[in-house]
Nanobody, 127 residues
């Protein structure tokens, strides 16, 4: 069974840090592009970051550049999102996704088009 499970969300003050984890089962993450999306109440889904399977190249949205870092631990079959200098506008449910598409296609896929989509983890940043 192909599955992604996110963890690490929580409540943090503005300027603080959190690290989200996305653990995969049923398939090797290093064969896939894996990334993070977020959705705040009343807003559309936003692409945050992704890491490609073949080269490990990373891509980040301008809104999180220089603050968020995506990485992968192949031994643990887990992708991480290190979030620093958090702002109240980072408050959202964060979702992990995986697919074999290239990164520029990855960010355009609908939720039901991904090979795997996690259940989400809430991140709340207080001012």
């Amino acid at each position: 069974q192909v599955q992604l499970v996110e963890s690490g969300g929580g409540l943090v003050q503005s300027g603080g840090s959190l690290r989200l984890s996305c653990a995969a089962s049923g398939f090797p993450l290093d064969d896939y592009t894996v990334g993070w999306f977020r959705q705040a109440p009343g807003k559309e889904r936003e692409a945050v970051s992704c890491i490609t399977g073949s080269t490990g190249s990373t891509y980040n949205a301008d809104s999180v550049k220089d603050r968020f870092t995506i990485s992968r631990d192949n031994a643990k079959n887990t992708v991480y999102l290190q979030m620093n200098s958090l702002k109240p506008e980072d408050t959202a449910v964060y979702y992990c996704a995986a697919d074999r598409s290239d990164w520029y296609q990855f960010f355009l896929l609908d939720e039901n088009e991904f090979a795997a989509w996690g259940q989400g983890t809430q991140v709340t940043v207080s001012s």
